[in-house]
T-cell receptor, first 115, second 117 residues
Framework: ELKVEQNPLFLSMQEGKNYTIYCNYS?????LYWYRQDPGKSLESLFV?????AVKQEGRLMASLDTKARLSTLHITAAVHDLSATYFC???????????????FGKGTHLIIQP | GAGVSQTPSNKVTEKGKYVELRCDPI?????LYWYRQSLGQGPEFLIY????????DSGLPNDRFFAVRPEGSVSTLKIQRTERGDSAVYLC???????????????FGPGTRLTVL
Protein backbone atom coordinates (compact mmCIF):
# COMPACT_ATOMS: atom_id res chain seq x y z
CA GLU A 1 0.00 0.00 0.00
CA LEU A 2 1.34 3.39 -0.98
CA LYS A 3 1.91 5.80 1.87
CA VAL A 4 2.59 9.49 1.31
CA GLU A 5 3.91 11.46 4.25
CA GLN A 6 4.36 15.17 4.44
CA ASN A 7 6.21 17.13 7.04
CA PRO A 8 5.74 19.34 8.73
CA LEU A 9 1.94 19.18 8.94
CA PHE A 10 1.76 22.67 10.41
CA LEU A 11 4.16 25.51 9.81
CA SER A 12 4.03 29.09 10.99
CA MET A 13 6.71 31.35 9.61
CA GLN A 14 7.46 35.00 9.16
CA GLU A 15 7.46 36.89 5.91
CA GLY A 16 10.84 37.03 4.24
CA LYS A 17 12.01 33.66 5.57
CA ASN A 18 12.85 30.51 3.61
CA TYR A 19 11.49 27.07 4.35
CA THR A 20 11.11 23.60 2.84
CA ILE A 21 8.18 21.17 2.95
CA TYR A 22 9.03 17.50 2.53
CA CYS A 23 7.02 14.74 0.87
CA ASN A 24 8.13 11.12 1.28
CA TYR A 25 6.42 8.19 -0.38
CA SER A 26 6.78 4.48 0.12
CA UNK A 27 6.55 2.91 -3.36
CA UNK A 28 8.47 3.56 -6.56
CA UNK A 29 6.94 6.31 -8.64
CA UNK A 30 8.25 8.99 -10.93
CA UNK A 31 5.13 11.10 -11.10
CA LEU A 32 4.39 13.55 -8.35
CA TYR A 33 2.13 16.58 -8.16
CA TRP A 34 1.91 19.54 -5.80
CA TYR A 35 -1.40 21.28 -5.11
CA ARG A 36 -2.41 24.32 -3.12
CA GLN A 37 -5.70 24.59 -1.23
CA ASP A 38 -7.06 27.78 0.31
CA PRO A 39 -9.64 27.49 3.13
CA GLY A 40 -13.01 26.38 1.79
CA LYS A 41 -11.66 26.18 -1.74
CA SER A 42 -10.68 23.42 -4.10
CA LEU A 43 -7.21 22.30 -5.11
CA GLU A 44 -5.06 24.35 -7.46
CA SER A 45 -2.35 22.57 -9.41
CA LEU A 46 1.10 24.01 -8.74
CA PHE A 47 3.69 21.64 -10.11
CA VAL A 48 3.91 18.45 -12.15
CA UNK A 49 7.14 16.47 -11.64
CA UNK A 50 7.61 13.60 -14.08
CA UNK A 51 11.18 12.38 -13.77
CA UNK A 52 14.04 11.90 -11.36
CA UNK A 53 15.81 15.17 -10.79
CA ALA A 54 12.92 17.26 -12.09
CA VAL A 55 12.89 20.81 -10.76
CA LYS A 56 10.14 23.33 -11.37
CA GLN A 57 9.94 26.93 -10.19
CA GLU A 58 7.12 29.40 -10.11
CA GLY A 59 7.66 32.70 -8.33
CA ARG A 60 8.75 32.05 -4.76
CA LEU A 61 8.01 28.32 -4.94
CA MET A 62 10.34 25.63 -6.21
CA ALA A 63 9.60 21.91 -6.31
CA SER A 64 11.97 19.01 -6.90
CA LEU A 65 11.76 15.24 -7.18
CA ASP A 66 14.27 12.56 -6.19
CA THR A 67 12.77 9.25 -7.21
CA LYS A 68 15.62 7.19 -5.78
CA ALA A 69 15.08 8.68 -2.34
CA ARG A 70 11.30 8.73 -2.92
CA LEU A 71 11.33 12.34 -1.84
CA SER A 72 9.95 15.58 -3.17
CA THR A 73 10.50 19.01 -1.70
CA LEU A 74 8.62 22.28 -1.98
CA HIS A 75 10.88 25.20 -1.16
CA ILE A 76 9.56 28.62 -0.27
CA THR A 77 11.86 31.58 -0.78
CA ALA A 78 11.30 34.91 0.97
CA ALA A 79 7.78 33.98 2.01
CA VAL A 80 4.91 36.43 1.65
CA HIS A 81 1.52 36.38 3.36
CA ASP A 82 -0.28 35.43 0.12
CA LEU A 83 1.41 32.04 0.20
CA SER A 84 -0.53 31.08 3.32
CA ALA A 85 -2.50 27.94 2.39
CA THR A 86 -2.45 24.16 2.72
CA TYR A 87 -0.07 22.41 0.36
CA PHE A 88 -0.55 18.80 -0.74
CA CYS A 89 1.73 16.45 -2.56
CA UNK A 90 0.16 13.60 -4.50
CA UNK A 91 1.75 10.51 -6.02
CA UNK A 92 0.60 8.67 -9.11
CA UNK A 93 1.29 4.95 -9.08
CA UNK A 94 -0.26 3.90 -12.34
CA UNK A 95 2.85 4.43 -14.45
CA UNK A 96 4.77 2.29 -11.98
CA UNK A 97 2.42 -0.58 -12.61
CA UNK A 98 0.57 -0.70 -9.37
CA UNK A 99 -2.10 0.81 -7.22
CA UNK A 100 -5.33 2.57 -7.99
CA UNK A 101 -5.77 4.85 -10.94
CA UNK A 102 -6.25 7.87 -8.74
CA UNK A 103 -3.70 9.99 -6.95
CA UNK A 104 -2.61 9.24 -3.40
CA PHE A 105 -2.33 12.42 -1.37
CA GLY A 106 -0.37 13.34 1.72
CA LYS A 107 -2.19 14.85 4.68
CA GLY A 108 -1.15 18.34 3.68
CA THR A 109 1.04 21.03 5.19
CA HIS A 110 -0.92 23.90 6.71
CA LEU A 111 1.26 26.97 6.16
CA ILE A 112 0.71 30.28 7.91
CA ILE A 113 2.92 33.20 6.97
CA GLN A 114 2.80 36.06 9.40
CA PRO A 115 3.66 39.65 8.52
CA GLY B 1 -12.35 28.03 -20.64
CA ALA B 2 -14.65 26.75 -17.93
CA GLY B 3 -13.21 24.54 -15.25
CA VAL B 4 -14.69 21.57 -13.47
CA SER B 5 -18.04 22.39 -11.93
CA GLN B 6 -19.89 20.56 -9.17
CA THR B 7 -23.42 20.85 -7.83
CA PRO B 8 -24.70 21.37 -5.27
CA SER B 9 -21.98 23.24 -3.42
CA ASN B 10 -23.52 22.21 -0.11
CA LYS B 11 -25.86 19.37 0.75
CA VAL B 12 -27.38 18.69 4.14
CA THR B 13 -29.29 15.46 4.57
CA GLU B 14 -30.53 13.18 7.26
CA LYS B 15 -29.11 9.82 8.14
CA GLY B 16 -30.56 7.10 5.94
CA LYS B 17 -31.42 9.37 3.02
CA TYR B 18 -30.22 9.08 -0.59
CA VAL B 19 -28.10 11.79 -2.20
CA GLU B 20 -26.74 12.53 -5.64
CA LEU B 21 -23.75 14.72 -6.34
CA ARG B 22 -23.05 16.00 -9.83
CA CYS B 23 -19.79 16.74 -11.64
CA ASP B 24 -19.34 18.47 -14.97
CA PRO B 25 -15.72 18.03 -16.15
CA ILE B 26 -13.66 20.27 -18.37
CA UNK B 27 -14.92 19.98 -21.92
CA UNK B 28 -13.03 17.33 -23.85
CA UNK B 29 -11.52 15.64 -20.80
CA UNK B 30 -12.01 11.91 -21.07
CA UNK B 31 -10.85 10.98 -17.59
CA LEU B 32 -12.94 11.81 -14.53
CA TYR B 33 -12.15 11.12 -10.88
CA TRP B 34 -14.06 11.34 -7.63
CA TYR B 35 -12.29 11.94 -4.33
CA ARG B 36 -13.48 12.43 -0.78
CA GLN B 37 -11.79 14.86 1.61
CA SER B 38 -12.44 14.71 5.32
CA LEU B 39 -11.61 17.62 7.58
CA GLY B 40 -7.87 18.06 7.98
CA GLN B 41 -7.01 15.29 5.55
CA GLY B 42 -5.88 14.98 1.98
CA PRO B 43 -8.32 13.83 -0.70
CA GLU B 44 -8.89 10.08 -0.91
CA PHE B 45 -9.52 8.42 -4.26
CA LEU B 46 -12.96 6.90 -4.79
CA ILE B 47 -13.48 6.05 -8.46
CA TYR B 48 -12.09 6.75 -11.90
CA UNK B 49 -13.91 6.87 -15.24
CA UNK B 50 -12.35 6.67 -18.66
CA UNK B 51 -15.12 7.63 -21.01
CA UNK B 52 -18.38 6.05 -19.89
CA UNK B 53 -16.95 3.14 -17.98
CA UNK B 54 -15.74 2.96 -14.41
CA UNK B 55 -12.17 1.82 -14.98
CA UNK B 56 -11.30 1.66 -11.29
CA ASP B 57 -13.75 1.75 -8.39
CA SER B 58 -11.35 0.35 -5.81
CA GLY B 59 -11.66 3.42 -3.61
CA LEU B 60 -15.41 3.21 -3.03
CA PRO B 61 -15.80 2.46 0.68
CA ASN B 62 -18.79 0.10 0.37
CA ASP B 63 -21.74 -0.77 -1.83
CA ARG B 64 -23.75 2.23 -0.67
CA PHE B 65 -21.60 4.30 -3.00
CA PHE B 66 -22.10 4.20 -6.74
CA ALA B 67 -21.20 6.50 -9.62
CA VAL B 68 -22.21 6.77 -13.26
CA ARG B 69 -21.10 8.66 -16.32
CA PRO B 70 -23.58 7.55 -18.97
CA GLU B 71 -22.52 9.81 -21.84
CA GLY B 72 -18.85 10.15 -21.03
CA SER B 73 -19.13 13.70 -19.74
CA VAL B 74 -21.20 14.56 -16.66
CA SER B 75 -20.89 12.15 -13.74
CA THR B 76 -23.13 11.55 -10.75
CA LEU B 77 -21.96 10.11 -7.45
CA LYS B 78 -24.80 8.39 -5.64
CA ILE B 79 -24.85 7.54 -1.95
CA GLN B 80 -27.58 5.35 -0.50
CA ARG B 81 -28.64 5.14 3.14
CA THR B 82 -26.27 7.93 4.13
CA GLU B 83 -24.43 7.71 7.43
CA ARG B 84 -22.91 10.46 9.56
CA GLY B 85 -19.48 9.15 8.65
CA ASP B 86 -20.17 10.03 5.01
CA SER B 87 -19.94 13.73 5.90
CA ALA B 88 -17.04 15.18 3.91
CA VAL B 89 -16.22 17.29 0.89
CA TYR B 90 -16.61 15.31 -2.32
CA LEU B 91 -14.24 16.49 -5.02
CA CYS B 92 -14.36 15.78 -8.71
CA UNK B 93 -11.36 16.09 -11.01
CA UNK B 94 -10.82 15.64 -14.71
CA UNK B 95 -7.82 15.02 -16.92
CA UNK B 96 -7.33 15.02 -20.65
CA UNK B 97 -5.64 11.65 -20.68
CA UNK B 98 -5.87 8.26 -19.01
CA UNK B 99 -3.49 7.35 -16.17
CA UNK B 100 -1.12 5.73 -18.64
CA UNK B 101 -0.33 9.08 -20.20
CA UNK B 102 2.92 10.58 -19.04
CA UNK B 103 1.28 13.61 -17.49
CA UNK B 104 -1.90 12.85 -15.62
CA UNK B 105 -2.41 16.34 -14.23
CA UNK B 106 -5.86 16.47 -12.71
CA UNK B 107 -7.94 19.63 -12.43
CA PHE B 108 -10.28 19.78 -9.49
CA GLY B 109 -13.75 21.21 -9.06
CA PRO B 110 -14.88 23.31 -6.08
CA GLY B 111 -16.36 20.29 -4.32
CA THR B 112 -19.67 19.44 -2.67
CA ARG B 113 -19.75 19.68 1.10
CA LEU B 114 -22.01 16.87 2.33
CA THR B 115 -23.32 16.97 5.87
CA VAL B 116 -25.27 14.01 7.19
CA LEU B 117 -27.21 14.83 10.35
Amino acid sequence: ELKVEQNPLFLSMQEGKNYTIYCNYSTTSDRLYWYRQDPGKSLESLFVLLSNGAVKQEGRLMASLDTKARLSTLHITAAVHDLSATYFCAVDLFYSGGGADGLTFGKGTHLIIQP
Amino acid sequence: GAGVSQTPSNKVTEKGKYVELRCDPISGHTALYWYRQSLGQGPEFLIYFQGTGAADDSGLPNDRFFAVRPEGSVSTLKIQRTERGDSAVYLCASSDGPPGERNNEQFFGPGTRLTVL
